[in-house]
């Protein structure tokens, strides 16, 4: 039925009818629409559980307001009843009945000033007649929305006796629903605040990196746990202390309240009074308000040796091998590894010789490997491959500006980088005499100064060194100083060639074939007796490496299950071939490749063992005598016959 229009009404008085009629509203149905489930009102009155407690105080105090209405109520967004609170003096109406969880819908009630401020946005004020449904036609309705953010939240809302005064009420509803939204929004955003610090204050101790923040006077205002623990202090009862008061030496933030200016990623060396050293890398931010002035700084500071295990780690810098990667049953190679896992389990320098492919890096790694540094950095430095004038800030590393070319911001040398673990010095004889020199200095006293440096580090290095050279042999032609020799020569390993262990070369063989059908996804099950009789008539001058290329090469090569003779391809067996002779079964006599001029005295090969075994034996003559496997007696004579100084 189309309402008629006695008088001209508001607009949203009309738009409100419209939309009635077209949602087909029964003109004769009640004052609001109850359906609601125990469970559903609980979630109902749970979700709006806030907006709740913050209207209780402003609905009480509408109390000397209450006069003009029947009943104030607190409605949620969707129209539904959360609180209601009722005039006690007014007649009992029959049609009044707005319980909580009741719902106002212009569907099923019509147009109310509830529906219709939500509609409009704005606070509504709706009198008898312009409601749709003719349950209130009596009656005026009176709504205001509360916001949070922009948005409507609820509403504040009245009805009472149609009456031209209370028109006059809807400011005062209007001003009451701000102050619940005021009240709101300040809780809410307070919460936001407590929140963003929890979370704030969660992200910052999760940091493995120490923070602190002074104000502009230098008195601290947080500090991490992780910051403590850096600079030794307590954390709770350094808040609120000068800074200069926390930490026991002079504390380099107070230069950035002097100079306005941070940094990031500034390396400090710090020397507390106790003579203790703090090593670390620190980041300072001023803040400053919109004058200008400082109001506090921020610093996040790690130590130095957590930045090197980080840098160690995105290098590479860790042993990828241990002893069991490390193929070989003869007695010789079997010596040669209980010598070198009895120097893992020592701190002792480490020297490793042998010929090119041997398995020194090998054994070096695994050294480390199976030693109680295995967590901490393993640095190699091939000294052979780094230019002269490169290698001693490599190693050492440099201050800013100390030499041409070198990078504004200084660098950390190998040695610093291995610091807690071991360095793995790699063609030891190729390194310069004057290079030695340091060396040895930083070897023999635990300590190191950056080139165009002045402060001096502690180290806790430990040094792996090889070479192929005969370093003995070196310093004797001045190539090589003896006392450096001696320094890293404290426990001896060598690897023997692979030509004086050729019981090896089977296992070596399957071990690679292994290796490379893996990796190569192929499916080589093994390898001919003609096959492996070529490869045992060669002298593998290129040792393991070169065994392991030329198996590369047949597996490459091999088209069936077996490799077969035509797939074993050595480059220069025809030349090597001449060297060998063999025996009626094909076997060879000599495996050794000696030419003449490679032979040497005997008592020069006497001389040379002892001291050998002096220096391994550190010249014990026990020790020695047990070495050479004769008495000590013979040693005290063959010493004083070479001219040989023991302990
Ligand atoms: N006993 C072994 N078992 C398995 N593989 C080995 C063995 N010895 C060496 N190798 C392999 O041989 C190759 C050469 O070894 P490594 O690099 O350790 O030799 P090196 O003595 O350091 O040689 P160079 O003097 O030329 O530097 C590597 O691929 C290594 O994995
Ligand atoms: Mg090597």
Not at 173 to 184: L, Q, R, T, V
Not at 373 to 384: A, E, H, K, L
Not at 481 to 501: A, C, F, G, S, T
């Amino acid at each position: 039925m189309i309402k008629t229009l006695p008088k001209t009404y508001e607009d949203y008085v009309v738009n409100g009818w419209t939309r009635c009629e077209n949602s087909k509203t029964d003109m004769g149905s009640n004052m609001c629409f109850f359906n609601i489930s125990v469970f559903d009102l609980n979630t109902l009155l749970t979700e709006n559980v806030d907006l709740i407690l913050h209207s209780e105080n402003v609905m009480k105090s509408i109390d000397e307001y209450m006069d003009s209405f029947i009943s104030v109520l607190l409605i949620d967004k969707d129209g539904y009843i959360l609180m209601e609170k009722k005039n006690k003096d007014a007649l009992t109406d029959s049609d009044i009945n707005l319980p909580v969880g009741g719902r106002f819908t212009e569907r099923f009630n019509g147009n109310t000033a509830m529906s219709t401020s939500i509609v409009e946005n704005k606070p509504i004020c709706l009198a008898g007649e312009e409601h749709y449904c003719r349950v209130y036609y009596d009656y005026s309705t009176l709504s205001a929305p509360i916001y949070f953010n922009g948005e409507i939240i609820g509403l504040l809302a009245a009805i009472g006796r149609k009456s031209k005064d209370i028109k006059n009420t809807l400011g005062m509803m209007a001003a009451a629903a701000k102050a619940i939204s005021i009240e709101y929004e300040a809780d809410r955003t307070n919460k936001q605040i407590i929140e963003k610090n929890k979370c704030e204050s969660a992200i910052v101790d999760t940091m493995t990196d120490g923070v602190l923040t002074v104000d502009k006077d230098g008195f601290v205002t947080f500090m991490n746990q992780v910051g403590a623990e850096i600079l030794c202090v307590n954390r709770e009862s350094s808040i609120g202390r000068h800074i200069s008061d926390v930490v026991d030496f002079k504390p380099v933030i107070l230069d950035v309240l002097k100079t306005g200016k941070g940094y990031i990623d500034k390396e400090f060396l710090i020397t507390k009074k106790t003579g203790e050293k703090i090593h670390f890398i620190k980041t300072a931010v001023p803040i400053k308000d919109e004058k200008g002035n400082i109001v506090t700084v921020v610093d996040t500071f790690r130590k130095i040796k957590r930045v090197n295990k980080l840098l160690n780690e995105l290098n590479g810098a860790y042993a990828n091998f241990n002893f069991s990667d490390i193929i070989g049953s003869s007695i010789k190679i079997q010596d040669c590894l209980s010598k070198a896992k009895a120097a893992s389990g020592s701190v002792s320098n480490v020297l490793i010789t042998g010929e090119s492919g041997t398995g020194k890096e090998l054994v070096a790694h695994s050294i480390h490997s199976s030693s109680d540094r295995n967590n901490q950095p393993f640095v190699s430095i091939n000294c052979g491959a780094i230019p002269r004038e490169l290698l001693e800030s490599e190693l050492f590393g440099y201050e800013p500006g100390s030499f041409t070319g070198a990078s504004n911001k200084g660098r950390m040398g190998k040695f610093e980088l291995a610091d807690g673990g071991t360095i793995f010095l790699d063609e030891i004889g190729e390194m310069p005499m004057d290079m030695q020199v340091k060396l040895l200095r930083v070897i023999q006293d635990r300590k190191l100064t950056r080139i165009g440096g002045n402060h001096v580090f502690d180290l806790d290095v430990r040094v792996i060194a090889a070479t192929n050279k005969d370093l003995f042999e070196q310093c004797k032609n001045g190539r090589f100083r003896e006392d450096l020799y001696y320094r890293i020569n404290v426990l001896h390993v060598n690897l023997p060639p692979l030509r004086e262990r050729k019981e090896d070369i089977t296992e070596l063989i399957h071990y690679f074939i292994n290796k490379l059908n893996v990796k190569m996804n192929k499916d080589i099950m093994d390898i001919s007796q003609a096959a492996m009789a070529k490869i045992m008539s060669y002298s593998w001058p290129g040792n393991i490496r070169e065994l392991e290329n030329t198996v590369e090469r047949a597996v490459n090569l091999c088209n069936g299950g077996i490799i077969g003779e035509e797939d074993i391809f050595i480059e220069n067996l025809r030349e090597e071939s001449h060297t060998y002779s063999t025996d009626a079964e094909g076997r060879h006599k000599n495996m050794d490749i000696v030419s003449e001029n490679e032979i040497e005295p005997l008592e020069d090969v006497e001389k040379r063992a002892i001291e050998r075994a002096l220096n391994i034996s550190g010249g014990n003559i026990t020790i020695t005598a047990n070495l050479l496997k004769v008495t000590r007696n013979t040693i005290y004579n063959k010493m004083k016959k070479y001219n040989l100084s023991g302990e």
